[in-house]
């Protein structure tokens, strides 16, 4: 396999087939000069670090038009930048783009580190998002892989071994195959390529650039690779979360900065942990199902109390915020099931009860 001859196919193909999206600058507007935003692209690496495009453009437009460049993002509230955020998942991402941002700002003036290894001191930037960084912003001749290149390779190369162990072998032939000249372009080509023509089934051999060099297509196991080993099956946690209302306000509460959803805002909780734990008012509650929602290392249960508080109720956790002040879409997903389930609630005896969606109108009893 000549490694130069494989990659001017792959940029041959990309310089037609390459996918638009809205951080990327076209290898027909590189070709003429055009420079890649570097925030941009490092903005995009981490909001699709564990999400897919489809899910990110629509808060890549959001962001960028809010914070348009890295010293308005190092400049936003934390509270701001997570309720932006909500829904994205992986919410420590959220955070560490705060610290990322400030330290770009802080001790390098506003610019990102050129390099790898430079990137690479910065929080929350990892061995991954520095070496997609450095290819496609900077040109530097860094190796990128994520999953689409796993597969890529895997296949290219007909690398039996399973993920993860496979990862060190994959990352050492997508190594030999990155040129000197348009690396950036090639990451991102190989990326694409996995993406709509390698894909985890029915790979599309027929329209592949590589496919006369592919070992695993010569074989005809190409579907079969990669092998992955087994994961196990997640464990599943179980708690409580209450949601009440009081007069025109809804009880909230911040998470910690740590943790699972760190910083996010939600609803009291008992830690999640199945230990139990009072109530954060006194009032009457009421058990009104159950939310599931499933992360990336464990299924969460999780019971849920609903309550509208007297006006001299005591509240020992959590914060009384106005309605006006609250929007159910600054709630990362997991509380949004909560709030929903919560407004379709209704009393013993017909009555629907008067959540925080229902402020306004009065509780009548359904025809």
């Known amino acids: 396999m000549r490694d130069n001859g494989v990659s001017d196919a792959l940029l041959e193909w990309y310089d037609r087939r390459a996918r638009v999206m809205p951080w990327r600058t076209s290898p027909q507007d590189r070709a003429l000069g055009v420079v890649p935003d570097p925030y941009r692209v490092w903005l995009s690496e981490v909001m699709l670090q564990q999400t897919t495009v489809a899910a990110v453009k629509d808060y890549f437009h959001r962001f960028t038009a809010r914070w348009p460049h890295v010293a308005d993002l190092a400049a936003a509230r934390d509270e701001e930048v997570m309720a932006e955020w909500a829904g994205l998942g992986y919410y420590a991402r959220a955070r560490n783009l705060l610290r990322c941002a400030r330290a770009v700002v802080a001790d390098h003036g506003g610019?990102?580190?050129?390099?790898?290894?430079?990137?690479?001191?910065?929080?929350?930037?990892?061995?991954?998002?520095?070496?997609?960084?450095?290819?496609?912003?900077?040109?530097?001749?860094?190796?990128?892989?994520?999953?689409?290149?796993?597969?890529?390779?895997?296949?290219?190369?007909?690398?039996?071994?399973?993920?993860?162990?496979?990862?060190?072998?994959?990352?050492?032939?997508?190594?030999?195959?990155?040129?000197?000249?348009?690396?950036?372009?090639?990451?991102?080509?190989?990326?694409?390529?996995?993406?709509?023509?390698?894909?985890?089934?029915?790979?599309?051999?027929?329209?592949?650039?590589?496919?006369?060099?592919?070992?695993?297509?010569?074989?005809?196991?190409?579907?079969?690779?990669?092998?992955?080993?087994?994961?196990?099956?997640?464990?599943?946690?179980?708690?409580?979360?209450?949601?009440?209302?009081?007069?025109?306000?809804?009880?909230?509460?911040?998470?910690?900065?740590?943790?699972?959803?760190?910083?996010?805002?939600?609803?009291?909780?008992?830690?999640?942990?199945?230990?139990?734990?009072?109530?954060?008012?006194?009032?009457?509650?009421?058990?009104v199902g159950e939310v599931r929602h499933t992360f990336t290392h464990f299924h969460l249960y999780l019971t849920l109390h609903v309550a509208e508080l007297s006006p001299t109720s005591t509240v020992t956790r959590g914060t009384l915020i106005h309605r006006a002040d609250f929007r159910p879409a600054d709630l990362p997903t997991v509380m949004r099931k909560a709030w929903n389930l919560a407004a379709d609630h209704v009393l013993p005896g017909g009555y629907r009860r008067v959540m925080p969606n229902d402020l306004g109108r009065k509780a009548q009893a359904p025809p």
């Not at 051999?205 to 695993?216: E, T």
């Not at 959803?261 to 734990?277: N, T």
Request: net charge neutral; with cysteine.
């Open 111 to 287: 610019q990102f580190p050129a390099t790898r290894e430079g990137l690479l001191t910065l929080p929350g930037i990892g061995p991954y998002t520095a070496s997609a960084l450095a290819a496609i912003a900077y040109d530097e001749p860094a190796t990128v892989v994520d999953g689409n290149v796993e597969r890529v390779m895997a296949r290219m190369f007909a690398v039996q071994t399973p993920l993860p162990a496979a990862k060190a072998e994959l990352t050492a032939h997508a190594a030999r195959l990155t040129p000197a000249q348009r690396p950036g372009d090639h990451a991102q080509a190989v990326m694409d390529l996995g993406a709509t023509i390698c894909t985890p089934r029915n790979p599309a051999c027929g329209l592949c650039p590589w496919s006369a060099s592919c070992r695993a297509r010569a074989a005809g196991i190409q579907a079969d690779l990669p092998r992955k080993t087994p994961k196990p099956e997640k464990p599943t946690r179980r708690g409580t979360v209450w949601i009440a209302r009081q007069d025109d306000h809804v009880l909230v509460e911040r998470r910690p900065d740590r943790g699972l959803l760190g910083g996010m805002l939600g609803f009291p909780g008992d830690g999640w942990d199945g230990a139990g734990g009072p109530a954060p008012a006194v009032g009457d509650w009421h058990e």
